[in-house]
């Protein structure tokens, strides 16, 4: 605020300030002094006017003359300030009283001395009369002197001391104020002798400024002021001569630019040119990339598509490997296009970043899930982790986020031999003061690889550069997956960094500031989840505190060990007790578990009813699928997904609950689908692929052939090439609709099949009247995706079920399998022979009871029979009986019209196991 002040408001203050505390101060202090010396006087005047009563009442107190005692109380009322006047007796019974009623309460005490009690208004006086007192009087009696005649009361107004006061305080208000005027008047005479010099000079300075600089200061009647108003003088001397120098020198620089002008029109002429071949030339690049995209990608399609195709037919051995080499070779070819067409549209500016929600957890863990089967080859930990505070729902591009996040784990893969490689995701800081609130989110990726020094370090993301560039290094690439990923991070406003130590690993790291989206309700723990008990054995640390916070997230109660042996002692200990654990999460390896060995504890566990979920590395599941009971369902790859984890929990907590995939069938008519390609090899690749899975397939190679299509034939979809020669996609597509607003049609979803990848591709597409796109190479899971997502149809042949395994009927499938059954029972033959026993001594019980529920239609009780049946067979050798009853359990739980075929099938499976036990020893 002082700040602000001027110099005229400075003086005031600093005179006027001081002045005015020393009135208030002096002033307060003599009146309230004056006050205090009024109150003493009007206290004395009191006492002495009890004392001098008490003579003159006591004669009157001992005869009891009341009259004399009325007439010294009405003379005592002429006292000033006296306002009542009472004798009492010496019991204090009221004798005389004159004047009102008194207004404060009579004194305390019965003592020999005055009393007195004050307020505001008036004070109150009690004094006894003795006898001595009638002595002063000269009426002498003798032995009265100390006997208690009476009391003498009085009571003395403050109105008259008050006004006093009133009248003493407003004088020295009056003083005050008249002091404080005097001063400011002499203030302000003061602050103009020093503020009019000042506006002069400010008026002098703002000409100088404004160009005036022949303006000059006069003297100002002040020495400092004077030297002031001299150097301002000097200053602008000064300042004029420069300008006339500067004058002359822009004369002649002026001169110079005319002599030049012809000169520079020339070059502006040249650079114009030279701006227009460089944006031709930035257009060719970009023209270039997207033919170059589309002519690599197009081959690429062709020798992927077929060699999958090609790896379902009958092959030796020999050429199966050479197929799979193939097609490893055609995704690395891919893979490092990719990464050359997003280098060349960063360098271009060309990428442009979507912002839309994703959940954080689910990004890291797909990442996890698709490189560790590159890590489970090298016995790789793979390990992600999400603090509790860090938001899982974010806005930003989850695909490009997951690029970067794909590079740096894969670089730590290639460069680990051995140990873990752990992704961690942590709120740096949060900022709640926009409306859609930001996160700092810092994602690292750690290894225990070989590290770099701080030279390689140096070289790490420059362009087409690795850090370890000798003949002998193992890994491959291009060296630019870390220069995307920087370019990437900065692009979306973020930071990428490194930290490594030779020999002992590296910390790649990345902090990006995101917005937050709506929490997805999948995320809070589920209801059949809730509070129920899990134990889980892991024996990696860091992979088992993973584990133990995703059972957390998902509202169980988690119990972790790391030997089987615990784990299976406290589950037996707290069976059928309140503490009893229902579900058991089993982190295994071949090495530190046999599948044999896996089987009988699973068996020992289940019997305890406690159901078992096995966790184990990718490269080794088709060991532990046979140990399994129902591996589909309680058999997932490590990492652990959290929404897989909490699915198969619920799904073993609750088998009635059946999940409709995605690519489960809607209707039982095949889609027809136009295809439309240039390219021969891409147009059979695609119409073989529907054909197999159950399509209606017109396939046409122009975009002319498919307008004369679309008009005479009715389809469901079409799937239409962008690049064509005569007449591409977009056109075809426009021409498509226009015919089909003139016919007033329901548009035909389209359906573009591109392999360019360049920016704003899809907008272009979808601008041009297409409904989706998708990328080449085309696998055939995107195939059914599409067309279930745009027709509503199912291909038939690509229901994806992944809650329980494929069946095979007929004589596909052996009636009973002495080997399967020794192998389930943990290499048993004894057991083996008993729970086959067991099966076959309820198998006729449990076929009447089948047939009883489809006679009553009770459905439940069919389901639950079935489910029954379907569990014994998973411990026994009988794997057409196992297969009939998935069948039926599956087509009973959704409801299938084909239900009642597979009941028929199931018992006639039935039959077959009772025949083939009675004829077998």
Known sequence: MLKNLGIKGRVLLLTLVPVSLMAMVLGGYFTWLQQSELESQLLQRGEMIAEQLAPLVAPAMGRNDTALLNRIATEALEQPDVRAVAFLSANHQPLVHAGPSMLNLPPLGNSTQLLQRSDVDATRYLLPVFGRHRNLAGDIIPNEAHRLLGWVELELSHNNMLLR???????????????????????????RTINDPLDRIKQAVAQLKDGQLHTRLPPLGSHELDELASGINRMAETLQNAQEELQHSVDQATEDVRQNLETIEIQNLELDLARKEALEASRIKSEFLANMSHEIRTPLNGILGFTHLLQKSELTPRQFDYLGTIEKSADNLLGIINEILDFSKIEAGKLVLDTIPFNLRDLLQDTLTILAPAAH????????????????????????????LTNLVNNAVKFTREGTIAVRAMLEDEDDNTPEGFVQLRISVQDTGIGLTSQDVRALFQAFSQADNSLSRQPGGTGLGLVISKRLVEQMGGEIGVESTPGEGSVFWISVKLPKARDDAEDLPGA?????????????????????????????????????????????????????????????TAHEMPPERLNQHIWDLEHLDCKVLVLCPTTEQALFNASVPNPHS?????????????????????????????GEPTASRAPRILCVDDNPANLLLVQTLLEDMGAQVIAVDSGYAAVKTVKSHDFDLVLMDVQMPGMDGRETTEVIRQWESEQHLTPLPIVALTAHAMANEKRALLHSGMDDYLTKPISERQLAQVVLKWTGLALRNQVIDNTHEPIHHGNQLAVLDPDEGLRLAAGKPDLAIDMLAMLLASLEADREAIQQSRQANDNNALIERVHRLHGATRYCGVPQLRAACQRSETLLKQGSAHASTALDELDEAMSRLAEEARSTP
């Open 165 to 191: 006061g009133y009248r003493s305080l407003f004088a020295s208000l009056l003083l005050i104020g008249a002091g404080l005027v005097f001063t400011t008047l002499l203030a302000l005479r003061m602050s």
């Open 377 to 404: 080859e090298k016995n790789l930990e793979l390990v992600s982790l999400v603090y509790r505070d860090t938001p899982l729902s974010l806005m930003g591009d989850p695909l490009r986020l997951k690029q970067i």
């Open 528 to 588: 059949p989840l809730l509070g129920r008990r899990v134990a889980v054995l892991e024996k990696h640390d860091l992979a088992r505190q993973a584990l133990q916070h995703q059972l957390e997230d998902c509202g169980l109660e988690v119990t972790p060990f790391t030997s089987l042996e615990n784990l299976t002692n406290c589950v037996t200990s707290a069976h059928q007790t309140a503490l009893a654990i229902h579900l058991v999460v089993l982190g295994v």
């Open 634 to 662: 309680q058999l997932q790859a490590k990492p652990a997904c959290t929404r897989k984890l909490r699915r198969a929990l619920a799904d073993l907590i609750n088998p009635q609950h059946v999940r409709h995939e995605p």
